[in-house]
């Protein structure tokens, strides 16, 4: 048992089922007035985040939480992180890390008695597919059954739905060009192959450098049309139109739209109560 979430390994299934548990009463307000009063939680978070950190700070705040905010930059100096954790433990409750190198979070959660959260780096973004998991729940009461089918290039998108696939049970595959693929995952090089028999269609946004190999991998309402009837195309945010998806499949109804996002607040929220329970 850990109180950090740095990978999705950190936790286990049942463990993952239980915050959607808490979740599940966040969502509904049954008992969950002032579940972080008194709490202070500091984030660390760069200016370009938008979702993220909107959604970490109205569920600390709406929970009777507060938070102190610094850039990503302030734990890039000579002072070892050992001794910036060891500080910050004296007047915070939880620390919420977005960071692009994952060292920085681990040597953060190795060294913290207090929670450590990963909210994004290079290498994976742990509470983003939670809470699409989470989401998932609400359209499929047997998403462990389901055929998930990710779109995009081997990155911390792509990293963190293996990591989900290994941890909850599903079956993932990949489609991409040869050279992005992602490790112990199945991978085609054609769409229209790929998309048969998937459930759940998950992209990436395509790397600036990758975008020349890429041509040819945008999922349309062609190719939506001939996954499992029900299937659903979640990309994560930001996506680009006319990049990975179509202009025609993000307004269809296949597209699993803005407000599936709206649980970030409550499953992050969950996060946080249930590691600071530990």
């Known amino acids: 048992m850990t109180n950090k979430l740095v990978f999705m390994k ?21 008992g969950t007035a002032g579940l972080l009063s ?5 984030l660390f978070f760069p200016e370009s ?7 970490f700070e109205k569920g600390i705040q709406e929970l009777g939480g507060k938070t102190i905010l610094f850039p990503p930059s302030a734990l890039d100096k000579k002072e070892s992180i050992e001794d910036v954790i060891g500080y910050l433990e004296n007047w915070t409750d939880a ?7 994952i060292n920085v979070v681990k040597n953060m959660a190795q ?6 959260i990963n909210a994004m780096t290079k290498e994976n973004h742990p509470c983003e597919i939670i809470t699409d998991l989470y989401a998932l729940s609400k359209l499929y009461k047997d998403i462990e059954n389901k055929k998930f089918l990710f779109v995009g290039a081997r990155g911390n998108i792509g990293n963190s739905w293996r990591a989900a696939s290994e941890l909850i049970g599903f079956e993932l595959e ?7 693929e992602l490790e112990n995952i199945k991978a085609y090089t054609n769409m229209e192959e790929a998309i048969l028999g998937k459930d759940i269609i998950c992209t990436d946004s395509v790397p600036d450098n990758a975008k ?12 939506m049309k001939k996954a499992n009837k029900g299937a659903v195309l979640n990309p994560c945010p930001p996506f680009f139109r006319g990049e990975e998806v179509s202009e025609d499949v993000i307004k269809s109804d296949f597209f699993v739209g803005y407000k599936f ?3 970030l607040v409550e499953v992050q929220q969950a996060i946080l109560c249930y590691l600071l329970e530990r």
């Open 261 to 263: 996002k709206k649980y």
């Open 49 to 55: 985040s938008i979702r993220t950190r909107v959604t």
């Open 95 to 101: 620390v919420v890390v977005r960071h692009r190198d």
């Open 212 to 223: 020349a190999d890429f041509k040819g991998y945008q999922i349309t309402l062609k190719h």
């Open 38 to 42: 008194g709490r202070t939680v500091v």
């Open 10 to 30: 950190d936790l286990s299934k049942k463990e993952i089922y239980e915050i959607f548990k808490i979740a599940d009463r966040l969502v509904n307000k049954e």
């Open 111 to 116: 060294y913290a008695d207090i929670p450590v």
């Open 174 to 180: 990949q489609c991409c060009p040869a050279g992005y």
